[in-house]
């Protein structure tokens, strides 16, 4: 619901709208995060969802089982929320009465309070080598999506599964990335025209840190280097993340799929390792992960993929002290237990203060919603920011009932003062006005879009917005009569 529970027409039905369309850029990438949770020292749940809301750069969290007080913790936050389906529950997610009680369970008590955006069936599955988990993975996809469809909900939420780098029988050079024969037809292309029948991404958990070596790891941590270059395409590849990347798609364009996105399930790097292991260290992991998320967002894309960002999720939150095998398994965390860093990697929220007095970054920016928005998105949007802004500023309370912003009173209009007012209080980042790609940055001061509109003596002036050039702050307001306005 918007910021008040009805939604009055305060126009004259004799009076016909103008809009003016902003055209303007935007920015697709976001940064999301792996929630394990296979530990005996991490704070609560509630406690996590709001420090990741109001004090970090993460609006996407992937967690690895579907537990009701973590689904609860993202109540209300606006944060995408995907849920996995244990391995073991596969087989099972085959039955469709089996999937409609799992829906019923996990998933309608829940939503939409809790953002859920996609469910993964299991994880990495067809390195698991079992033949009944790996039979039975795309009809439990179909099962589970035809449960979503019973419930109305196939449209809001979708239905993938993550996959390590050894679906491959060829990664190298990137342009002859080829699946492991007997997968490639009788599983990967019925699960590839799965995810394109229901507008779904391929989910990959590529880790340059186990692909390095001493002589690679420059290559693997997007460090200057020498680079690799693909004798079939003659392109020089100067980071690892891309070469894995572009083997993927070689080997989903092989099978016809190559117009399919592909989301980063999983990627990270260890702050501790085995002396053994290359490359493992805090250093290491901080200028990997930074480097990660600048390379995403870029919208360089890869070599095969140019000019496109991806979804992309760190492993992980937190480190983990009850996983097993070596050590630098439990320490791929970007937090402490007390939420305190584990390293710079720069995903706390910046300040929007002046840095030494000067002008405030991204001056001159305002965040809208992008033309065709859908009024459910932006709703969630509006439960985001509403949530993200407590303590902050006046937050959500111009657009509350008897606010300044409060007319008209609408989803698009609410939605237009809380895009603005997240993305001019969280610093002015390009990230912060993506909201699921239906933000978009204009650098048009919205102030301008002033309508004067005349129905013989009937007057009517329309600030489609109104800006506070010091604060940031603008909201929707259309006054009609004798010829009112306001700010």
């Known amino acids: 619901m918007a910021a008040s529970s009805s939604l009055p027409h305060h126009v004259p039905t004799a009076l016909t709208l103008l809009f003016i369309l902003v055209s303007a850029t935007t920015t697709n990438g976001s940064i999301g995060v792996n929630y394990g949770t296979v530990a005996d020292d991490l ?36 944060i995408q929320l995907t849920v996995t389906v244990p391995n073991d529950q596969i087989p099972r997610l085959a039955n469709l009465s089996f999937a409609q009680q799992w829906i019923k369970s996990y998933i309608q008590p829940y939503f939409p309070a809790t953002n859920l955006v996609r469910i993964l069936v299991g994880n990495e599955v067809l390195s698991t080598g079992n033949r009944l988990l790996i039979g039975t993975l795309v009809p439990a996809m179909q099962t589970l999506h035809a449960a979503l469809a019973g419930a109305s909900l196939d449209r ?22 080829k699946f492991h024969g007997g997968y490639d037809v009788h599983i990967l292309k019925p699960l590839l025209g799965f995810l394109r029948s229901t507008n779904s991404p391929f989910m990959i958990n590529p880790y340059p840190f186990f692909g390095c070596s001493e002589e ?9 280097n020498l680079g690799f270059l693909d004798p079939n395409t003659r392109i020089r590849y100067t980071n690892m993340l891309d070469a894995q990347l572009d083997a993927v798609f070689s080997a989903m364009k092989s099978l016809g799929f190559g117009d399919l996105e592909i989301v980063i399930a999983e990627t990270g790097w260890p702050s501790k390792g085995e002396p053994s292991q290359i490359g ?8 990997y992960n930074r480097n990660l998320m600048r390379h995403v967002n870029s919208g360089d894309g890869t070599p095969l993929m140019p000019n496109r960002t991806f979804e992309t999720y760190i492993f992980s939150l937190f480190n983990e002290d009850l996983k097993p095998g070596p050590t630098c398994e439990r320490n791929f965390g970007l937090f402490g237990p007390d939420l305190t860093p584990a390293y710079d990697v ?38 985001y920011v509403c949530g993200a802004l407590v303590g902050l500023g006046p937050g959500c309370g111009p657009i509350q009932e008897g606010g300044e912003c409060f007319f008209p009173d609408t989803v698009r209009a609410h939605a237009a003062y809380a895009m603005n007012a997240f993305y001019q209080a969280m610093g002015r980042n390009d990230y912060d006005c993506d909201f699921r790609r239906t933000g978009a940055i204009t650098a048009v001061d919205p102030s301008l879009l002033l309508l004067k509109l005349r129905f013989d003596s009937f007057c009517v002036y329309a600030f489609i917005f109104t800006c506070d050039d010091d604060g940031g702050r603008w909201c929707n307001f259309a006054g009609y009569g004798n010829c009112k306005y306001g700010h």
């Open 43 to 78: 704070p609560p749940p509630g406690e996590v969802a709001r420090f990741l809301l109001q004090s970090t750069v993460i609006n996407r969290v992937r967690i690895f089982d579907p537990n009701p007080e973590l689904i609860q913790a993202f109540a209300h936050t606006g």
């Open 156 to 177: 809001r939420i979708q239905i993938s599964t993550p996959h390590s780098l050894g679906i491959l029988s060829a990664s190298t050079p990137p342009s002859a990335g």
């Open 216 to 224: 690679t790891l420059d290559y693997a941590l997007f460090r200057p």
């Open 280 to 287: 493992a260290g805090q250093e290491n992991a901080a200028q």
């Open 346 to 383: 720069g995903i706390l929220r910046p300040t929007a203060e002046p840095d030494g007095g000067g002008e405030r970054k991204g001056a001159g920016k305002w965040c809208v919603a992008k033309e065709g928005a859908d009024v459910d998105s932006l709703q969630r949007n509006i439960d």
